[in-house]
């Protein structure tokens, strides 16, 4: 064997109270009184107080405060499910709105444990991962047909909604339906007239739903003539709309999306075809996410992430404790221009 080899480090171990105790010349009980804040309480000498602390600090030992708080039947851990598709991609609706979350969570004295499901896992498996485990309740983001949801609501695990105004949990959303009509308004007062909706086939059914109705109301009382329900395109998650909505309607002046990411993605596509956004078209996106380099600012309809965050976490807080809470909150969003529109 060479000489510069090495033995293998012994594994680290994590300091204890007894340790502490041992540093302060104390007992593991004054120990454990002095770090939960109950030394003034019970007159232990402020230099006995502070050599402890300096113990601690030294060895850096923290009190182990989930071993309690489980004892109490309350861990202030709020966990969040995360579907494969919600965590796998780098950056869109799913990272701003758990980046949101993460803001509101750091405002309280609360800490957020993070279940990132696979593609295989089940509904049931999933509840059990959230029911089994140490959280006071749980967070979903748009679980829309995802069974967990009713799963959550049948077996009264705290549970709220962050996104989806369809689901039978409590739930904090964004009126879709009135998104669409802010952007409905603003291309008709920009002269355009024959725009057209495109939306998403998805799972999230009831909401691209509700935002094709809002489109066509919102064209007919503008112009009766027209059967506006033939101008709503639904186009597959990866789909690039550019081809279907050039065959379909080669005339529209404008186009009305129902994401950030359909809009970036037809955007493109119309550049490429040689249609100028916005001289030719107008498109108007939907989520009013946050401009990454290289990419054209969207008129869109901005969502208020950051207040559905905070309101999410308040009732899912009042679910927890057993207060009173509105089962439903709805959210305005409001219109963003950008360059596209």
Same mark, same amino acid.
């Given at each position: 064997?060479?000489?510069?080899?090495?033995?293998?480090?012994?594994?680290?171990?994590?300091?204890?109270? !007894? +340790?502490?105790?041992?540093? #302060?010349?104390?007992? &593991?009980? $004054?120990? %454990?009184?002095?770090?939960?804040?109950?030394? =003034?309480?019970?007159?232990?000498?402020?230099?006995?107080?502070?050599?402890?602390?300096?113990?601690?600090?030294?060895?850096?030992?923290?009190?182990?405060?989930?071993?309690?708080?489980?004892?109490?039947?309350?861990?202030?851990?709020?966990?969040?499910?995360?579907?494969?598709?919600?965590?796998?991609?780098?950056?869109?609706?799913?990272?701003?709105?758990?980046?949101?979350?993460?803001?509101?969570?750091?405002?309280?004295?609360?800490?957020?444990?993070?279940?990132?499901?696979?593609?295989?896992?089940?509904?049931?498996?999933?509840?059990?991962?959230?029911?089994?485990?140490?959280?006071?309740?749980?967070?979903?983001?748009?679980?829309?047909?995802?069974?967990?949801?009713?799963?959550? !609501? +049948?077996?009264?695990?705290? #549970?709220?909604?962050? &996104?989806? $105004?369809? %689901?039978?949990?409590?739930?904090?959303?964004? =009126?879709?339906?009135?998104?669409?009509?802010?952007?409905?308004?603003?291309?008709?007062?920009?002269?355009?007239?024959?725009?057209?909706?495109?939306?998403?086939?998805?799972?999230?059914?009831?909401?691209?739903?509700?935002?094709?109705?809002?489109?066509?109301?919102?064209?007919?009382?503008?112009?009766?003539?027209?059967?506006?329900?033939?101008?709503?395109?639904?186009?597959?998650?990866?789909?690039?709309?550019?081809?279907?909505?050039?065959?379909?309607?080669?005339?529209?002046?404008?186009?009305?999306?129902?994401?950030?990411?359909?809009?970036?993605?037809?955007?493109?596509?119309?550049?490429?075809?040689?249609?100028?956004?916005?001289?030719?078209?107008?498109?108007?996106?939907?989520d009013a996410l946050r401009p990454i380099g290289g990419?054209?600012?969207?008129?869109?309809?901005?969502?208020?992430?950051?207040?559905?965050?905070?309101?999410?976490?308040?009732?899912?807080?009042?679910?927890?404790?057993?207060?009173?809470?509105?089962?439903?909150?709805?959210?305005?969003?409001?219109?963003?221009?950008?360059?596209?529109?």
């Amino acid at each position: 064997m060479g000489s510069d080899s090495q033995r293998p480090s012994s594994p680290y171990r994590r300091p204890t109270r !007894a +340790d502490v105790a041992k540093e #302060a010349g104390v007992a &593991g009980s $004054t120990v %454990s009184l002095i770090l939960t804040g109950r030394g =003034d309480d019970l007159s232990i000498p402020q230099s006995t107080q502070q050599r402890v602390r300096d113990a601690a600090l030294r060895l850096g030992y923290v009190p182990n405060k989930l071993i309690g708080a489980v004892r109490r039947g309350r861990t202030n851990l709020i966990g969040v499910y995360l579907r494969w598709e919600q965590w796998s991609v780098p950056f869109g609706y799913w990272v701003e709105t758990m980046m949101e979350l993460q803001r509101a969570v750091s405002d309280s004295d609360l800490q957020l444990l993070i279940h990132n499901a696979t593609k295989e896992l089940t509904s049931e498996e999933a509840y059990a991962r959230q029911a089994g485990g140490i959280v006071d309740g749980v967070l979903v983001l748009n679980s829309a047909k995802d069974a967990i949801a009713d799963r959550l !609501a +049948d077996s009264g695990l705290p #549970a709220v909604e962050v &996104g989806d $105004t369809f %689901s039978r949990l409590p739930f904090v959303g964004v =009126d879709g339906a009135l998104g669409v009509r802010l952007a409905v308004d603003h291309v008709w007062d920009r002269g355009r007239r024959r725009p057209i909706f495109v939306g998403h086939a998805s799972q999230y059914h009831e909401d691209q739903l509700s935002r094709s109705q809002a489109f066509v109301e919102s064209m007919n009382a503008l112009d009766a003539s027209i059967e506006w329900a033939e101008r709503c395109l639904s186009i597959e998650n990866d789909d690039d709309p550019t081809p279907a909505v050039l065959a379909a309607f080669p005339e529209c002046d404008a186009v009305v999306c129902s994401s950030d990411d359909l809009a970036f993605r037809l955007y493109w596509g119309l550049q490429g075809a040689g249609r100028r956004v916005p001289d030719d078209v107008s498109i108007i996106a939907f989520d009013a996410l946050r401009p990454i380099g290289g990419r054209p600012i969207l008129t869109s309809i901005a969502t208020p992430r950051a207040e559905m965050a905070r309101l999410a976490l308040e009732k899912l807080q009042k679910v927890i404790s057993g207060e009173p809470f509105e089962h439903g909150t709805v959210l305005k969003p409001t219109l963003r221009l950008g360059e596209t529109g």
